[in-house]
């Protein structure tokens, strides 16, 4: 029985010494969708982040959709190229139906935008920064997934990296609001 | 036998992880202000809380609890009261703001004081929009309360629960303590006549901040009148 043991225990290191020299990805399939969920994350919370740009009364308020926007558009390129270099679609047609879980609505579409967009003063501040908490939670769980489940070192380290960033400014979003 | 069982069970929990893998964005909402318990911890108000900090719009659980953490498993650290809940000062009316991750389907938002409900909401399976408010009446309790409310879904046997604790005065709408007056706001750039400002634009112009209301061009800060295009907002650095 122990003889058998270590024979298989051999095994599974001489398998694992040889799958390791094949395979030329450093990535696996929970890389490639975190970076493709983090794209199509982004890319309402774009709108949202101009319309509080524009529209913000409290300078703070502005001054975060700036600060948002900005490593935002930032992480959106790196996140690109990287897929782009490893041969890998923008978009997921996997995950394309992944809305319809919570009945077809996404969170922010135009609807929600355009309600948003007809407040002014206070009002529109707190909506705004509720709004952009309630994205950027997001943002946390699809970087918990990847750290959880990814294996390129480079993903796995912006994960983390969004995991703390997003954290801290929901922190200081959610004592703006309270 | 026991094989027999733990295949399934096995089995299951594979569907169940790769199901979290293909949508892990499932999570839902809280109460974010007044502060719930959930957003106290994600705030760093209150320290220790454990995973709730990761995940405040998590609190899940099947319907009908009457506790902080809805009775489930997790985040029991929201049911304790020995944890010196800060208390948001507030009056008799009360607008709670909803944090929305997922836009389920809503029966009703519920209220509870004590045992007794104080509001109820009835959104008839209508989905919400990407944030939720409430007004709700404190029907002239006053002193120190806990305001537990659920977020009853319509198509699951789920709600969310969310726990605020307050200070509540005898006056109509706001608070007893006065906010802390806002730091003076950032002056924008200087203001120049040939330029053309869409509304909401920021300028400085003798050394105070105005906004403009609408499209302009050519009209000068502070002689457009109380009511015109340059809204003042007062001396800035």
Known sequence: MRRLAVALAAAVVLLGGCGKGESAASYNDTDVMFLQMMLAHHEPAGKLLELGERQASDPAVKAVATELAAGQAAETATIRSRLTSWGQPLVSTAHAGAHEAHGGLPLLDDAELLRLAGLTGREFDSTFLTMVIGHQHGAVELARMEAAAGTDPETRDLATRTDETVRAQIQRLLRMVA | ?237
Not at chain 2, 203 to 219: D, F, I, L, P
Request: hydrophobic letters at 35%; proline letters at 8%; one cysteine or more.
């Open chain 2, 1 to 237: 036998m026991r094989r027999r069982i733990l295949l399934p069970v096995l089995t299951v929990a594979a569907l169940l992880v790769s199901m979290f893998l293909a949508a892990p964005a499932q999570a839902h909402g809280y109460i974010s202000s007044p502060p719930s318990r959930q957003a106290m911890c994600a705030q760093g108000r209150v320290a220790n809380c454990g995973d709730i900090v990761y995940e405040p719009q998590s609190v899940e659980a099947p319907k009908g609890s009457m506790q902080c953490n809805g009775g489930g498993s997790r985040f029991a650290v929201l049911n304790d009261n020995s944890r010196n809940w800060p208390a948001t000062s507030v009056g008799q009316s009360v607008t709670f703001n909803w944090v929305i991750t997922a836009r389920h389907a809503t029966s009703t938002w519920e209220y509870f004081v004590g045992g007794s409900r104080i509001a109820v909401f009835d959104d008839r399976g209508a989905q919400p929009g990407a944030t939720k408010s409430h007004n709700v009446s404190m029907g002239g309790r006053t002193g120190r309360i806990t305001v537990l409310a659920r977020w009853n879904v319509a198509d699951t046997a789920m709600a969310f629960y969310a726990c605020v604790d307050l200070q509540v005065g005898s006056g109509g709408g706001g608070g007893e303590n006065p906010p802390p007056p806002p730091p003076p706001p950032t002056c924008g750039s200087p203001w120049s006549a040939s330029a053309v400002y869409n509304g909401g634009a920021i300028v400085s112009y003798n050394g105070r901040r105005w906004q403009a209301q609408w499209w302009t061009q050519g009209e000068t800060p502070g002689t457009t009148g109380e009511w015109g295009v340059w809204r003042d907002q007062g001396a800035c650095s």
